[in-house]
């Protein structure tokens, strides 16, 4: 686990009130989820998205996508990760199979694992976990590019790092505090370590613990790249999210966001963390110096994917106990609209009045894009066989088999 370079949301608590932070807080975007969770209702895909296209995946034995699918478009094409080794890319307008990328291996140019790394449009480049927290980058024509580095480690476990690309020369680091360092932004290019920056807020490191401390570690499923739990001998919990999903993208604008911190944060190269929106989660707040207790219906984010017109984000309740529970949110900008929904009922397709969808990323461009497994497709034909007003672009499915590779629904 020490060798990988797993993403963690900083534990942290940044008051909405109190000082000068208060007229600034005032200013800024307000997200009312906390309201929004008290009066759930249905996610439909008209909330959400102003069209919705299928890609169904070519399926060969050579290009054949395992279990646990997650797709991403990038720039022309769509990227596939699956199972623990296995990274497509498939073409994003017709489906067909380009090519596989890079392998998982301990040899110099492999990697540890698909998950948890990144893609760049603006180079083209995916970056891959490596072992030792470095990382691997592959160029999308298939070839290694190199390994990087970061100039700055991260602190003992639990302290963690997260990274992420800013533009096409930058790439921006999440550290975590640790008992002797504040948790802090980094730019770096290449080995240049371009800014540092303390994040605005007083807070203390979890610090360094030992296996003496742990009764138990289970990695849960939280509508992102998962969450990691750890009990501890005297009682108390600890949540770490997985991956990188403290920083998302839309468009060219790069965000950033703490657990137990509801303000959102804008990171640039030319000025500091600007705070942009803030999460008002009213009753259902979990305040940093509560982190290890177990909170009853506490709000806890794990995922945010935006584009120019929604976010999209999701959301766990009652982390540490048997009630745990994860839901979609949407918060729409044109009117301020926030609905949530639980994440098993998916956003129900009232476009096209096809299967439920259930995105699971967002492209800088704006393009999201959700995972249909074949035999669902196929199962939904079956049912539907009298049906005669079905979408051209839904009707076009019906040459999927239940053997074949999953359908790609891209929506903007």
Same mark, same amino acid.
């Given at each position: 686990?020490?060798?990988?370079? =797993? ?89 067909? =199979? ?29 970056? $891959? ?81 030992? /296996? ?100 999209? $984000? ?27 929904? /639980? ?10 009045? =096809?299967? /439920?969808?259930? /995105? ?53």
């Amino acid at each position: 686990m020490k060798n990988h370079v =797993f993403a963690v949301m900083a534990c942290l608590f940044l008051a909405a009130c109190g000082g000068g932070g208060e007229t600034k807080v005032a200013k800024l975007e307000v997200i009312p989820l906390g309201a929004a969770f008290d009066n759930q209702t249905k996610l439909k895909t008209s909330d959400c998205f102003k069209k919705i296209r299928y890609v169904a995946l070519e399926t060969t034995d050579s290009c054949l996508v395992g279990q646990g699918a997650h797709a991403t478009v990038l720039n022309d094409w769509i990227v596939v990760i699956s199972g623990r080794d296995r990274c497509q890319l498939f073409d994003k307008k017709t489906g067909r =199979f380009i090519r596989s990328i890079g392998h998982v291996g301990e040899d110099p140019e492999g990697y540890s694992n698909v998950r948890g790394g990144w893609q760049n449009p603006y180079t083209g480049k995916l970056s $891959f976990p490596g072992w030792k927290n470095k990382i691997v980058v592959y160029g999308a024509d298939g070839k290694f590019d190199h390994i990087w580095a970061p100039s700055i480690p991260a602190g003992q476990f639990p302290a963690m790092a997260a990274f992420d690309y800013l533009d096409a020369d930058l790439i921006a680091g999440y550290y975590s505090a640790t008992d002797s360092l504040p948790a802090r932004i980094a730019l770096f290019r290449g080995d240049e370590i371009v800014r540092v920056e303390a994040l605005p807020a007083e807070q203390e490191g979890d610090g360094a613990i030992t /296996p003496d401390d742990i009764a138990s570690i289970s990695v849960l499923k939280d509508g992102g790249d998962g969450m990691m739990i750890i009990k501890y001998k005297d009682n108390k919990s600890a949540a770490y999210s997985l991956g990188n999903s403290c920083f998302w993208h839309a468009g060219k604008d790069l965000y950033f966001r703490q657990s137990y911190n509801d303000t959102i944060y804008q990171v640039s190269v030319v000025k500091e963390l600007q705070p942009v929106r803030v999460l008002d989660l009213g009753v259902h707040g979990w305040p940093y110096n509560e982190r290890f207790e177990d909170k009853k219906d506490a709000i806890y984010p794990t995922k945010f994917m935006e584009n120019e017109d929604v976010i999209l $984000f999701r959301f766990m309740t009652n982390v540490y106990n048997d009630k745990q529970k994860t839901y979609n949110a949407l918060y729409r900008k044109a009117d301020g609209t926030v609905k949530v929904c /639980p994440l098993d009922d998916m956003i129900t397709d009232d476009t096209n009045s =096809f299967l /439920p969808l259930q /995105p699971v990323s967002v492209s800088a461009s704006g393009e999201f894009a959700a995972i249909l497994p074949s035999e669902e497709v196929v199962a939904w034909f079956e049912d539907n066989a009298g049906k005669t007003d079905i979408p051209a672009e839904v009707a076009a499915l019906k040459k999927v088999g239940e053997e074949d590779n999953p359908v790609v629904a891209i929506m903007e």
